[in-house]
């Protein structure tokens, strides 16, 4: 069920938790937060001189004639890992979403919101409720549901739905499963607005969403995508679930807020993204018949349509006031699922932005993308080695192990400063399990993912 509250979904964005409290209005609680930071980063530096972690390092990597030669690539690595860090935490410091002036008037256009759905009778109806009762003016919404071949009673509640609403909803029904994929083409072919916003069936938006994600593209033809910021409907659902929260709070409020700075956001969701329909029509036919490896392509359609959007010239945005609640795995087979198919996703449309990045696809804000996309690709290869090192280091010295673990916590530590800046919770703490799940158990999920990407199913049921 959809146990997130009208009332939660006003609050949206804001502070919520204990320290909350400490706000003073406005943005008066950045400059401690900062300071916050700062502070934990020269503890987190002063720790691991008392422990001799640099030290240990060093002696290990000079043990043999093959750490030392490993020492280079990896200290290179690591200071452009750093750096990296470092430059997009000062764009991060840059972002404000856009929002409506005082007494600013906007005669709001149509918008299609198109909700596809397979199998999501315990939500899909919720779902449309949550759009009709946003803020947006309601003559201005039609509401296109994509029934994808569903064998529970999902077509039923879409049906009761465009009953409650007249013709501001539109059902279709596809008699056998197509895939996500062709379900939003089939709404994107449909709809009549000048945008057009991708809301994912198992969610629901905030009341101010629709009018914030447009706000960039209404105000900036340049733009051609806007992300709203996806967080977790059933966060206290179980321990991974609240550590989850946290991953989506940083992966938003921190990854997708300094890619928004220059105007390359690699990835707006399908949870509750809007699009210029005037863009999309100029390859839309060509996404649904994607094609790679041979085999047409099911998943990741949001990673592929962020793609085609940039490789069109245009800014793809983000929106953090523009909130959804989407549900997440309650569980680690179904979390290793949903990465999966992010990776899977990733790698594809990571080769195919790497075609165009250096050519001129856009005048403006063409390198810090460039930047930002080998910074995210060497950290993979860094963690896979970081891993065999320490594994190595185990055999020979547990010792060694075991320090750089309490090393890793105190850095886990510092890395949920972001969550903490933009949510003010102390839910934060969570990230430090998580820092750690996804350092020693996640980091086969990008070698297998190479290796499976035929595998073309939508992977959520």
């Known amino acids: 069920m959809l146990e997130r509250s009208s009332k939660d979904a006003e609050t949206e964005a804001q502070p919520h938790g204990l320290l909350a409290a400490f706000k003073a209005g406005g943005e008066a609680i950045d400059p401690y937060l900062i300071a916050f930071t700062i502070i934990s980063s020269f503890l987190i530096v002063m720790a691991a001189s008392k422990m001799r972690i640099f030290q240990l390092w060093s002696d290990f990597l000079n043990s043999t004639l093959l750490l030392k030669f490993m020492t280079y690539p990896l200290v290179f690595s690591g200071l452009f890992i750093l750096f990296g860090l470092l430059f997009r935490t000062y764009l991060w410091f840059q972002y404000k979403p856009e929002t409506l002036a005082e007494g600013e008037d906007i005669d709001w256009p149509l918008v299609s919101v198109i909700i596809p759905a397979f199998n999501e009778e315990e939500t899909v109806g919720q779902t449309v409720d949550s759009v009709m009762d946003s803020n947006y003016p309601r003559e201005r919404i039609e509401v296109i549901c994509v029934n994808d071949g569903s064998t529970d009673l999902t077509l039923h509640h879409m049906r009761n739905a465009r009953r409650k609403y007249g013709e501001s909803v539109r059902v279709i029904h596809f008699v056998k ?23 994912d069936s198992d969610s629901k938006i905030g009341r101010n ?7 960039p593209l209404i105000r900036d033809p340049e733009v051609g995508a806007v992300a709203g910021r996806v967080g977790v409907l059933n966060e206290k659902e179980s321990f991974l679930t609240r550590m989850m929260t946290v991953r989506y709070g940083i992966s938003f409020d921190f990854g997708r807020a300094y890619q928004s700075v220059y105007g390359t956001v690699f990835t707006c969701p399908g949870a509750l993204t809007a699009y210029r329909r005037s863009v999309l029509r100029k390859f839309m036919r060509d996404w649904a018949n994607q094609m790679f490896l041979g085999v047409p392509c099911t998943y990741g359609e949001d990673r592929a349509l962020t ?21 997440v795995p309650p569980t680690i087979s179904g979390m290793n699922r949903m990465y999966l198919r992010w990776t899977r996703s990733m790698i594809r449309e990571s080769i195919l932005f790497a075609q165009f990045m ?34 190595y280091a ?12 309490a090393f890793l916590i105190m850095v886990s530590f510092l890395l949920s400063m972001y969550y903490l800046k933009t949510n003010r919770s102390l839910t934060f703490i969570y ?14 999920i990008t070698p297998y993912a190479a290796v499976t990407m035929k595998n073309r199913s939508w992977m959520t049921k």
């Open 177 to 199: 499963n197509q895939g996500k994929r062709r379900a939003l083409y089939s709404g994107f072919k449909s709809a009549r607005g000048k945008y057009v916003v991708s809301v």
């Open 431 to 444: 990230g430090i399990p998580y820092g750690m799940i996804t350092a020693f158990l996640l980091w086969w």
């Open 358 to 391: 250096f050519g001129p696809y856009r005048d403006t804000n063409r390198w810090l993308p460039v930047f930002d996309f080998i910074f995210l690709n060497i950290l993979y290869p860094f963690q896979v080695v970081s891993i065999m090192l320490l594994a």
């Open 394 to 405: 185990f055999v020979v010295n547990p010792l060694f192990l075991l320090r750089q673990m």
């Open 307 to 327: 793609t085609n959007v940039l490789r069109q010239g245009y800014l793809t945005k983000y929106q953090s006031n523009a909130v959804v609640y989407t549900k």
């Open 209 to 215: 969403a629709l009018r914030n994600v447009l706000l």
